[in-house]
């Protein structure tokens, strides 16, 4: 169950993967758009809230997980795993956690 929203200003710049912008902060909540890399140059968030974990395996950097989501000022609800772990960690600590992809080894 999803947390009572938090006001929360931040620029949270642009999503490095197509992002499902949803109704609400969960997984549950129908998807109202689906924006792509490039389509917002930065987003920013008015609101947060604790909401549904999610992981993302696909950033360069690693398994991203959280479960904080931000309201936009756009409108609609994200996960932070669609924006750079560095910036969102540095509007809350510990918002999101990044952890590296195993080596790949050869034969």
Not at 51 to 69: C, K, N, R, Y
Request: hydrophobic share 35%; net charge negative.
């Amino acid at each position: 169950m999803p947390s009572p929203a938090h006001p929360l200003t931040a620029r949270l710049g642009p999503v490095w993967r197509d992002a499902n912008i949803r109704s609400g902060p969960s997984l549950t909540s129908p998807v109202i758009r689906l924006d792509q890399p490039g389509h917002v140059p930065h987003y920013t968030a008015d609101a947060f809230a604790h909401g549904d974990e999610v992981t993302e395996d696909q950033h360069p950097g690693g398994l991203i997980t959280s479960a904080v989501w931000f309201r936009l000022t756009t409108g609609g609800w994200s996960s932070a795993v669609n924006f750079d772990p560095a910036t969102i960690t540095a509007l809350l600590d510990g918002a999101a956690t990044v952890t590296p992809h195993p080596p790949h080894t050869t034969p």
